[in-house]
């Protein structure tokens, strides 16, 4: 794992997330007026709250979009929670000496969800991939 440098920002949005939702932060990153926040594993029903109060609060509070995923010790349902609710049909992990790169098949109809609007999500994936795990690239392909 990468030594992660957060931001006065970064860290000002994951107290008040903690603080409001009683989940533990692992990490937090920015991209185009979204908040990506990767929870502790089994810490994600605290973070929505009931109906996603809680996400909603926090929302209101920052004014910017949120996204809050679920961290892993396997790389591999880590990719898959970075893109929850999508069915993610396999990852792989091309980890050669001069890099590591995430191949993550998804079908057809989910691809634009996987990318996010503007490439908003795949750019907070790719992020949090780098910072937890090293990963120089995710390559999104469709079956």
């Not at 990767?38 to 009931?50: F, P, Q, R, S």
């Not at 790389?75 to 609710?85: C, I, M, S, W």
């Not at 790169?101 to 996010?116: F, T």
């Given at each position: 794992?990468r ?27 920015q ?6 926040f990767?929870v502790?594993?089994?810490d994600?029903?605290?973070?929505i ?8 609060k ?14 892993s ?11 929850q ?24 109809r ?11 999500r ?22």
């Amino acid at each position: 794992m990468r030594r992660i440098r957060l931001g006065a920002e970064e860290i000002k949005y994951m107290t008040l997330f903690e603080t409001i939702t009683g989940a533990t932060i692992k990490d937090c990153v920015q991209e185009d007026g979204i908040v990506g926040f990767l929870v502790n594993n089994g810490d994600m029903g605290l973070a929505i709250g009931k109906k996603g109060i809680n996400i909603e609060k926090v929302r209101k509070i920052i004014g910017k979009g949120i996204w809050v995923m679920e961290f892993s010790s396997n790389l591999t349902e880590f990719v898959k929670n970075l893109f929850q609710p999508v069915k993610i049909r396999q990852v792989r992990v091309r980890d050669t000496d001069k890099e590591k790169v995430v191949i993550v098949e998804v079908n057809k109809r989910d691809r634009k969800k996987v990318i996010g609007h503007d490439g908003k999500r795949i750019k907070i994936a790719k992020k949090l991939a780098s910072r937890q795990y090293n990963v120089d690239d995710i390559v999104i392909n469709t079956i």
